[in-house]
């Protein structure tokens, strides 16, 4: 029995650990620094509003007669107000919540009644935050005026959330080529290799493949306000933005490194 104790304990030694001649605290005095992660902050250049997508047309620029292609933007009743204004002694940062759209009250909640109710905010059905580096030039229940903000020529960054096209192949969701239709081919609209093969033996995770394609939300930069029309209250941004007709958008000042962006 000692015998085949001494065997089972000598078969299962390289098990344990060895033991080296480092004391703890030496090994622990090599360790690496850690590092602190720094997480930046994502500022917006400006506070921003909330529209609504109309639709396209074409505005002839006055000054030349050439057609520009623009996205005209509305506001629904109940404009843009401040409900709440968050700073960095109270939520920990600084920033602005905007609502937008104005409903009948039995379409909210008793809690989103109150939160509204304490800005003297009327019912609200959408509410999004623009974080700022100040916040002193704004009140809770403040209007936003688009024309107060912003003026024709100015560059702003439109976000909204993209048509929805359902699942789609290769070619369409990612713009890959297909193969030949004639002299054989029996590879038309297909993907085609996927990987190698034992090695690495998998699919490498992002490779562009078929899938839901669209329904996301998208951000379009740097795109030139051409008109604000106060009367008709209605706004012409040049270029496509994404989304249908109805749909809402998000559009604050374009980030512009330099400008009112810090280049570091």
């Known amino acids: 029995m000692a015998m085949a104790a001494a065997s089972i304990g000598g078969a299962l030694g390289f098990l344990a650990p060895r033991r ?61 107000v401040v409900t709440q204004v968050k700073t960095a002694a109270t939520d920990g940062y600084d920033a602005v919540q905007v609502g ?8 909210l909640t008793r809690p989103e009644l109150g939160h509204l109710g304490k800005a003297s905010a009327p019912p609200l059905r959408h509410l999004q935050e623009f974080r700022l580096v100040a916040v002193d030039a704004f ?3 403040q209007e936003l005026e688009f024309n107060e903000l912003f003026k024709e020529g100015d560059l702003v960054d439109v976000s909204a959330k993209s048509i929805g096209k359902g699942f789609q192949g290769g070619i369409k969701r990612h713009n890959f080529k297909r193969g030949l239709m004639t002299h054989g081919s029996k590879s038309h609209r297909a993907l085609g290799s996927i990987g190698a093969g034992t090695t690495p033996g998998r699919v490498y995770k992002g490779k562009k493949m078929p899938g839901r394609m669209g329904g996301t939300k998208t951000k379009i930069r740097k795109l ?7 009367d008709l209250k209605v706004v012409m941004i040049k ?18 490194v330099g400008k009112n962006i810090p280049k570091s």
């Not at 080296?20 to 850690?34: K, M, T």
């Not at 500022?43 to 109309?54: D, L, N, P, W």
């Open 20 to 80: 080296r001649g480092v004391s703890f605290a030496a090994a622990v005095g090599r360790r690496r620094p850690s590092l602190a992660v720094v997480r930046a902050a994502s500022y917006e250049a400006g506070v921003g509003v909330m529209a609504t997508k109309v639709g396209m047309m074409t505005y002839f620029d006055p000054a030349n007669g050439k057609p520009v292609p623009v996205t005209v933007v509305g506001f629904r009743e109940g404009g843009n």
């Open 100 to 107: 937008y759209h104005g409903v009948r009250e039995d379409k």
């Open 139 to 141: 009140d809770p229940g």
């Open 224 to 230: 030139k306000i051409v008109r604000i029309d106060n």
């Open 239 to 256: 270029g496509a933005i994404p989304g249908k007709q109805g749909n809402l958008l998000r559009i604050t000042p374009a980030k512009i």
